[in-house]
């Protein structure tokens, strides 16, 4: 048994609306918005790295549970857009918080990344103790390689996420949760070093069409639950028409699914985690809330998580 | 009816237009159909034929024509 603890995020300070990608692109804001439903995202400083935005996610996550550093067994760290091969910034994530020696992970994992680390940190709480999953990127840094391709660039932005779990029972309780992988598709969505993001969006968005309400549909099947029963459904931030889509395959209003897409774009990893601390500290879940996690990302990896207020 | 008919009507239902494209014409390039609008596609083609099309078939090329979805289509009888 484990429960979630705190939420917590961090956006960089630099706004870049539409109109700023719009000219270096050639499109107008209003087709940026229509085609993704994102009117601007935030962009890290040149010297901001994924662990420097990491670590004040997961800053502000410790505060809200009233922890420290001291009290985490383990980390965990997911990113796709480390700056470097190895190390990760796992082990950096921890040491900066003050908790050298403690065991750090990193999940070189883009978008899926937060969820994929809640799923393990669920299981291993009980041999760890508490654990804190951080999910960060600094997708600017590879979407403003030259040359800029329209269909990736206008999508992406930076920040970071952080979730505590801890083993136990109580509010916020995991209930179950789903993931899968499929290296099928790994050519359809892939960053190599140094090179642009390469994408066969279509080949993307109709996969995640279809699995990502799948997933949802297995893990609330298999827990006997409804999607209509769901308070509130936090998945990746990706577009808003593929969220709407998702929606509309599991038969329920997409005002049932949070979206901060319009204000930050895709952070990839990051952006389950970021609409979580942000519907967790807006909406304060009642007892019995179900809140029902989803995620879908290069790999290709999918899933989902079932967690009871 | 046969099956191109029955398409037809499939992709003039999803793309909310009347007008029909050149059985071989790229449905995409011809602006009929859009990333988010393929999945809709699949799903009434899904429906319509009583298929359960499985996601190693998702290929969008498959889906690009007319021709291209009645090939698959019969591919599948």
């Given amino acids: 048994m484990a429960v979630l603890k705190a939420f917590g995020a961090y956006l960089p300070a630099r706004i870049v609306p539409n109109r700023e990608l719009g000219a270096k692109l050639n499109r107008t ?84 990344g937060g969820l994929f680390g809640m799923a393990l940190a669920a299981q291993l709480a009980g041999v760890y103790g508490n654990i804190l999953v951080v999910a960060s990127e600094k997708m600017s840094a590879v979407v403003t390689r030259e040359p800029m391709e329209q269909g990736v660039a206008i999508l992406f932005g930076d920040g ?14 995991i209930v179950d949760s789903v993931l899968h992988s499929d290296g099928a598709f790994a050519e359809d969505l892939r960053l190599e070093f140094e090179a642009p993001l390469a994408m066969n969006g279509r080949s993307v968005i109709m996969q995640a069409s279809r699995k990502i309400p799948s997933a949802i549909a297995e893990l609330l099947e298999r827990n006997h639950r409804q999607a209509s029963a769901v308070k ?45 601390s942000e519907w967790w500290q807006s909406h304060a879940p009642a007892p019995g809330d179900l809140i029902c996690f989803a995620v879908f990302g290069a790999g290709f990896h999918w899933g989902a998580m079932l967690v009871e207020a | 009816m046969d099956n191109r008919a029955r398409i037809i009507t499939i992709l003039k239902n999803v793309s909310k237009k009347d007008s029909v494209p050149d059985a071989d014409e790229s449905l995409f390039d011809s602006g009929y159909l859009d990333s988010f609008a393929l999945p809709d596609m699949v799903s009434d083609l899904e429906r319509e034929f009583k298929i359960k099309i499985p996601d190693s078939d998702l290929n969008p090329r498959k889906f690009e024509s007319i021709s291209r979805i009645e090939s698959y289509i019969e591919s599948r009888k």
């Fill in chain 1, 160 to 173: 970071a996420g952080a979730c505590i779990i801890s083993p136990g029972d109580g509010p916020a309780r």
């Fill in chain 1, 29 to 112: 804001p209003d087709w940026i918005l229509d085609v993704s439903g994102i009117e601007e995202r935030r962009f890290a400083a040149p010297d901001e790295t994924v662990a420097d935005m990491a670590v004040a996610a997961a800053c502000a996550c410790l505060e809200r549970a009233g922890m420290s550093a001291g009290d985490i067994g383990l980390f965990i760290v997911a990113s796709g857009s480390a700056e470097r091969r190895f190390p990760g910034p796992a082990p950096t994530v921890a040491s900066r918080l003050g908790a050298a020696g403690a065991p750090a992970i990193d999940l070189p994992m883009a978008s899926a």
């Fill in chain 1, 232 to 276: 509130i459904f936090l998945m990746h931030q990706a577009n808003q028409n593929l969220i709407n889509g998702v929606a509309r395959a599991l038969d329920v209003p997409a005002a049932m699914f949070y979206s901060n897409i319009r204000g930050y774009g895709n952070t990839s990893s990051a952006s389950m985690l970021i609409a979580a």
